[in-house]
């Protein structure tokens, strides 16, 4: 009885450092200062960021998708544009937006602003951020209280699913190590 228990503690463990290695938990973020000085900056809470750079870029500063979204935090180069603008930011090129400080700092301040657009709803904010405020401000206004169930995209649903459970797993991951700390 005692190797039964033995035997499904060990899978237990492998199992979950399996999934904490694939939501790159056990990995330094080389990214850490410039997420949190611009989430401070923007009233952002930085494991929201960690958890849409993981699931945007899986940390590839380099990434760029079929769409064209660009950088660690796959920014269409249309928004930049109008990010910079509003930040004030003269002479962004492709190139820059791939650069970490400018990505995170863009990808943060239009995280911000999404979550002021739609009265820090996580739901709509993160659907925004994958498929468009004009999109969501439809489907919105057919529903006044959209739930993930009532994305009609299936790829803006999936998206939205992972970043709150992977935000969801590095906020209790935090708080466990914090107490762990905190107790010692």
Known sequence: MKKIIYIILVVVIITIFSILQVLGLFEKNP????????SNS???????????????????????SSKGAVGLMQLM?????????????????ISSLKEPKTNIMFGVYYVSKLLNHYNNNLILALSAYNAG????????KQKTDLKIKDIPFNETKNYV???????KVYKYLKFIFL??????
């Open 42 to 64: 923007f009233n952002v809470d930085p494991i929201l960021i960690k958890a849409i750079m993981k699931k945007e870029s899986n940390l590839n500063v380099n990434a760029i």
């Open 77 to 93: 180069p249309k928004t930049a544009r109008e990010i910079s603008k509003e930040l004030k930011v003269p002479n962004l090129s």
């Open 161 to 167: 699913k992972s970043i709150i459970f992977t935000y």
């Open 179 to 184: 107490t762990e700390k905190t107790n010692k």
């Open 31 to 38: 990214y850490d200062y410039y997420i949190y000085e611009y």
């Open 133 to 140: 405020i004009g999109n969501v401000d439809k489907w919105y």
